[in-house]
């Protein structure tokens, strides 16, 4: 089988686009925010919304409409606020005007953020902060541990050294503000924990209910989890309204996005406060509810189950990359970025995404449970669609 590049675009982006609509027409977030959110987590150069609005709503409505005809596939039944819009031959972009709103500001005084966690995003989170002048103190389960997030910060500030974006001086200041240590105590006096810890309910509640006892009143207790209930985070606490999600995306130092999930016990304040911390640190929040995927990942991981799904069907995996590349203009095709982000958190996204949603089309693709079976995770380990050994 060999597809066109615009074969290849309708039928991975085509849904994409659907889906961005229904999210839309559900309420679940703005227009602004949903092709933000895709802009900034994912690099893309235009949100789904705007590219649907240059494709022609009615092109794309006309397109999924013959698809589905064939498929019988309810993902590729047209939206019912896409039919509506292609049918005034209108736009999303009239949709969404009027929404700007007001720069948040930092309700709560921050100095020092404490992270948990010592893997790839909780390092880049920490590098963010203390890139951006805070004090970071950093806990870890072991020294090794604590040393591995100091080596990975220290080789990205190489990097933009090497590049000629930033020099010894600078490299020597950030460092400087990161402080590791093995206990949770160490975070009793920070104004803002954010933790990165194992993606378990489990872990990350009895991580919540340590943190509450051992975190001054009045500082907020921030998850990045991307698909845990944050709510029940809250619940593990004496202190809900001060509990939100902050879903950064990876690399961390570079995506511009964090979602900001609010639960319906988190203060507006709070709220108010991580956005304008998220601008301070040169990065773009977009609201989202407590629901798994929130914006990104809903929209992302259906999109890269459905190229696993081609790929079955005959198609070569480099050839959906480059095309992908080519005609969306994305920063990475779907198999590199799956490789990047891991083929086993991958396969845990989608499988909540199935969970939340009871979308049959959502299941995830047996070739991708197939790689992780086979351990063949991605780039961590040498070995996922491509490889790298
Ligand atoms: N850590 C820190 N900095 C990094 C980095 C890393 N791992 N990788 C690249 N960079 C920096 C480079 O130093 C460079 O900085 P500069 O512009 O200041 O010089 C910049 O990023 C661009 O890097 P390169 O030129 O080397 O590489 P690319 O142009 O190929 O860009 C990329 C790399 C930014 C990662 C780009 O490919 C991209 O945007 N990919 C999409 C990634 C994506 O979609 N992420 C979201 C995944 S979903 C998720 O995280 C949710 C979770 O719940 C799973």
Redesign the pocket.
């Given at each position: 089988m060999s597809a066109s590049n615009e074969q290849i675009f309708e039928t991975l982006v085509y849904p994409y686009l659907n889906h961005a609509v229904r999210m839309l027409e559900a309420g679940y977030a703005s227009k602004a925010d949903i092709d933000n959110a895709m802009r900034f987590?994912?690099?893309y150069p235009k949100g789904p919304l705007t590219v649907l609005d240059e494709l022609g709503p009615a092109t794309v409505r006309d397109a999924l409409a013959a698809r589905h005809a064939a498929t019988g596939d309810h993902l590729h039944q047209p939206a019912g606020l896409l039919e509506e819009v292609a049918a005034q031959g209108g736009s999303f972009e009239a949709l969404g005007a009027g929404s700007v709103q007001a720069a948040p500001e930092l309700r709560h005084d921050i100095r020092t953020v404490g992270v948990v966690g010592t893997g790839t995003m909780a390092s880049?989170i920490a590098q963010v902060f203390a890139q951006s002048g805070y004090d970071v103190v950093f806990v870890g389960r072991s020294e090794d541990k604590l040393a591995g997030v100091t080596s990975y910060i220290t080789k990205?500030l190489d990097?933009?050294i090497a590049?000629g974006?930033s020099d010894e001086a600078t490299k020597a200041e950030v460092l400087a503000r990161l402080t590791g240590a093995t206990t949770r105590e160490a975070l009793a006096d920070v104004d803002i924990v954010v933790e990165a810890i194992a993606e378990d309910l489990a872990i990350k509640t009895e991580l919540f209910v340590d943190l509450d006892r051992i975190v001054k009143q009045g500082a907020i207790l921030a998850t990045t989890t991307?698909s845990l209930p944050i709510t029940e985070l809250a619940k593990a606490t004496s202190r809900p309204a001060d509990v939100i999600g902050m879903?950064?995306?990876?690399?961390a130092?570079?995506?511009k996005l964090v979602e900001v999930v609010t639960t319906e016990s988190t203060s507006p304040e709070v709220d108010e406060t991580v956005k304008a911390l998220c601008a301070r640190t040169g990065k773009v929040a977009v609201s989202c509810g407590d629901r798994a995927g929130f914006i990104?990942?809903c929209l992302?991981f259906p999109y890269l189950n459905d190229a696993v799904l081609l790929a079955e069907a005959g198609e070569e995996l480099g050839t959906i990359d480059a095309a992908i590349k080519e005609t969306a203009g994305f920063?990475?095709g779907p198999f590199e970025?799956l490789d990047?982000?891991g083929n086993d958190?991958?396969l845990a996204?989608q499988q909540e995404l199935y969970r939340e949603f009871d979308e049959p089309g959502f299941a995830p693709a047996a070739t991708l449970v197939a790689k992780v079976d086979a351990g063949e995770l991605g780039r961590k380990t040498k070995k996922g669609f491509h490889d790298y050994s």
């Open positions: 987590g994912c690099g880049g990205n990097r933009a590049r974006k991307s879903h950064f995306f990876n690399p130092p570079v995506m990104v990942n992302l920063p990475m970025l990047v982000v958190v991958s996204i």
